[in-house]
């Protein structure tokens, strides 16, 4: 618990240029400390600013339990603003694990601020949990907070831009082979995830339909196959292009099941005002069998 005079008194000397940009997507800002008046301070010292052209969407919490709570709920959390001594001395870094590990929020940015320097993460914490910064209460100016968090959304940007790159299937837009493979790996064996269907699917003579048609009519049926896939309605599904033209979709039996795809893939597609009919190969199978079902056509 912080005293008193360790309530953080912002000056108001934060740069013009960084005011609210209309229409653009929020920053969401996780605030934790166990202090009202702290999260009266930075909302106050925070207010009405952008970074980076988009503002910021301020969320709070008063415990080191409780922020795992809204970590859990609200999706892409950019950075948290986290306090070492809470209920315990060092709530703040005990919690840092378990946004990493048990949340697997990598790309999350945590800058720590206490009130009580003699808490301060040794390097090693700091290297191995990936802390962008450590503040002391008493050095915060409005300035100083808005650069230090300035630096840490325009990381938490390049990380996510990064990221989407290496995950994403540059041709369809869908995620791609790596991030099919990330998907599989998280699962549960024995729980969430062996009642689920893997299938892959081939477009049969895919090669001879590029060397008749041509390389850019190829390109445009795999995307016209890559929307009908994502538009489908797999009860959750997941589906990637994993190879020049397989995709893979994965999900409950009732969306990724051979029954549930043939009917789809059975619909000519429409490309240039032409009809063009699919020929499919589908191979599926329980992720708890660990081995591909028959292949069938669609």
């Known amino acids: 618990m912080e005293t008193g005079n360790d309530l953080i008194h912002f000056r108001d000397d934060s740069p013009d240029a960084t005011r609210r940009a209309p229409g653009a ?17 930075m909302a106050f010292a925070l207010g009405g600013l952008s970074i980076l052209g988009r503002p910021l969407a301020l969320l709070s919490a008063y415990s ?8 859990g709920r609200e999706p892409n959390v950019a950075v948290i603003l986290l306090d070492v001594v809470m209920e315990t001395p060092t709530a703040g870094l005990d919690i840092i694990a378990a946004i990493r590990h048990d949340l697997g929020l990598t790309t999350l940015r945590i800058l720590l601020c206490t009130g009580q320097p003699g808490y301060a993460p040794e390097i090693e914490t700091v290297q191995r949990y990936d802390i962008n910064d450590y503040k002391t209460k008493s050095e915060l100016t409005r300035t100083r907070l808005f650069v230090a968090l300035f630096a840490a959304l325009r990381t938490y940007d390049q990380i996510c831009r990064l990221d989407d790159f290496a995950h994403t299937d540059g041709l369809t837009g869908l995620p791609n082979r790596t ?33 008749m048609f041509g390389h850019d009519y190829g390109d445009r049926l795999l995307r016209a ?13 997941f589906v990637a292009r994993i190879g020049n033209d397989t ?5 409950a039996r009732a ?4 029954e549930a795809l043939r009917p789809l893939l059975r619909l000519p597609l429409q490309l240039d005002g032409i009809e063009h009919a699919l020929s499919i190969s589908i191979g599926a199978g329980l992720l708890a069998d660990r081995t591909p079902g028959a292949t069938t056509g669609a």
Not at 64 to 71: D, F, P, Q, R, T
Not at 247 to 251: D, I, R, S, T
């Open 179 to 211: 991030a099919l493979l990330e998907r599989l790996s998280r699962c549960d064996p024995g729980r969430d995830c062996d009642d689920r269907v893997l299938a892959l699917l081939d477009i049969d003579q895919f090669s001879a339909i590029n060397d």
């Open 225 to 237: 196959v890559a929307q009908r896939l994502a538009a489908a309605p797999a009860d959750g599904g």
């Open 25 to 41: 997507a929020p920053w969401k800002v996780l605030i934790v400390d166990d202090d009202v008046d702290v999260h009266r301070a």
């Open 64 to 71: 080191g339990a409780e922020a795992l709570g809204v970590l």
């Open 247 to 251: 995709f893979a979709v994965f999900g």
């Open 255 to 258: 969306g990724a099941s051979p």
